[in-house]
């Protein structure tokens, strides 16, 4: 059992174990979560009750989850002081419990970032122009300069693979024709790319020191006054991603896995994801999977049965296709920067975030997660749509086995749906919708069940 500072966990419940690479869930699985900042605890506050009566009803009280509070962002920062926004109770009690859910987090674009400790509310600043007081409250300002707490997430438990499933649910309003033929899994991986965090700000002896590197040693050319970032991809970072992914595809009866990458420019990394995802699946899975050559060299375009089709694409290409083409897709693996834009992308195309569940996957850990931001105007007003949250609940329920469980939950989100009774966000692009608040939608939910 880890130790804690400031954190109990709770008397009942047990934790998950694993028998080798296996999951062992008890009926009765403590289960860490994050409420978010923001949004985040309205979100909570509509998504918890939903969960708990989907697994009361599909197993009649014989299974249960127990609810652990953990801290992260705003909510940290009141609990362990103004340096702690992702505490290590917090990660322990992930590393302890193998299976977490989590809202949005506050997320600064650049500068310095000023949060309230009395109210919570939050400010980006411009360099150190700091404000006097909380614009919100009038109590002083603390600073604070971080990274994305998402991202220190992933890195700092190797959270490897962000995996989110894309489908439409159909009455919800969207920019395409027929958004149906969209039904994707993407697995994006999570800790390397341009999102490892090895930049260096223009000016800074850092900086100065890579580009006289770079110029005096490797005969590279960079202007003196740039910022520089690092972009590593690795055989190990490839090949875990794309045997995750291949894996769930074989596993959920999925047609392909499609590595897309942009080799035709990054030829040692992008490029070089792409060979080594293929690599990947000749050496693990070669009597399982077929590459788009085989198929149409030696098969005529023919699948054989039991086989999943390997192929790749340009990134470029990769999103002309998921609009032209989609249903020619069916899992899909991806580096991490092009990954974060075509999940978003491929989001849009079936009504947007709001309804996008996802998850940060180890080979042990699963954290899931809302895939939209705080919306921080939006918070205490019980507005918003709890979509993404609780799909993403959905899914830790498939993680957990309990599928009977999630798929009450996505049955009962499609017909609140078709109800036309809707959070604001989908209400006011719905003929004759009657708007709900984020806590009614999920006792609607609940009332579907």
Avoid at 312 to 328: G, K, N, S, Y
Avoid at 370 to 378: E, I, Q
């Amino acid at each position: 059992m880890a130790a804690f500072e400031k954190l109990v966990p709770p008397a009942a419940g047990e934790k998950i174990s694993f028998e080798g690479d296996q999951i062992r869930v008890p009926d009765h699985p403590v289960i860490p979560f994050i409420e978010g900042d923001g949004t985040g605890p309205d979100i909570w506050r509509a998504t918890q009750p939903v969960l708990d009566a989907a697994v009361a009803k599909a197993y009649g009280g014989k299974k249960k989850i127990v609810w652990f509070e953990i801290f992260a962002g705003l909510k940290a920062i009141q609990k362990y002081g103004i340096d702690t926004v992702l505490p290590g109770d917090t990660l322990a009690a992930i590393r302890e419990y193998a299976v977490a859910i989590k809202g949005p987090l506050t997320t600064p674009v650049g500068g310095f970032h000023y949060v309230c400790l009395e109210c919570a509310a939050e400010q980006n600043g411009e360099g150190d122009a700091r404000p006097a007081a909380c614009v919100k409250c009038g109590s002083k300002w603390v600073t604070r300069r971080f990274r994305s707490l998402n991202v220190g997430l992933r890195q700092q438990l190797d959270l490897y693979a962000c995996v989110r499933p894309v489908r439409w649910f159909e009455g919800v309003p969207c920019p395409v024709k027929e958004p149906e033929r969209l039904d994707v899994v993407i697995f994006r991986e999570n800790t390397e790319d341009v999102y490892s965090g090895i930049e260096f700000e223009q000016g800074t002896p850092e900086a100065k020191k890579m580009i006289r590197f770079l110029s005096e040693e490797m005969g590279k050319t960079v202007r003196p006054d740039s910022g520089v970032g690092i972009k590593p991809i690795s055989i190990t970072g490839t090949k875990r991603l794309v045997r995750k992914a291949i894996q769930y595809a074989l596993d959920h009866n999925r047609e392909s896995v499609t590595l897309v990458h942009k080799g035709n420019i990054m030829k040692f990394t992008e490029g070089a994801f792409r060979d080594w995802g293929y690599e990947l699946a000749r050496e693990e899975f070669r009597d399982r999977i077929v590459t788009e050559k085989e198929l149409w060299d030696q098969y005529d375009g023919k699948k054989p049965a039991g086989r999943i089709v390997i192929k790749d694409r340009i990134a470029d290409q990769m999103f002309q296709q998921v609009l032209l083409r989609p249903d020619e897709y069916d899992v899909v693996a991806l580096p991490n920067l092009n990954g974060d834009y075509l999940s978003d992308a491929c989001a849009a195309q079936v009504g947007g975030l709001g309804l996008a569940p996802g998850a940060n996957m180890s080979d042990r850990i699963a954290l899931f997660e809302a895939t939209h931001g705080t919306a921080p105007k939006y918070t205490g007003k019980d507005q918003v749509n709890p979509g993404s949250v609780i799909l993403s609940g959905t899914m830790m329920l498939e993680h957990l086995g309990w599928g009977e469980a999630a798929e009450r939950i996505i049955r009962a989100m499609g017909k609140t749906i078709g109800q036309k009774r809707v959070t604001y966000d989908l209400e006011r692009q719905m003929e004759g919708a009657t708007k709900l608040k984020c806590s009614e939608f999920g006792q609607a939910v609940i009332e579907n069940l």
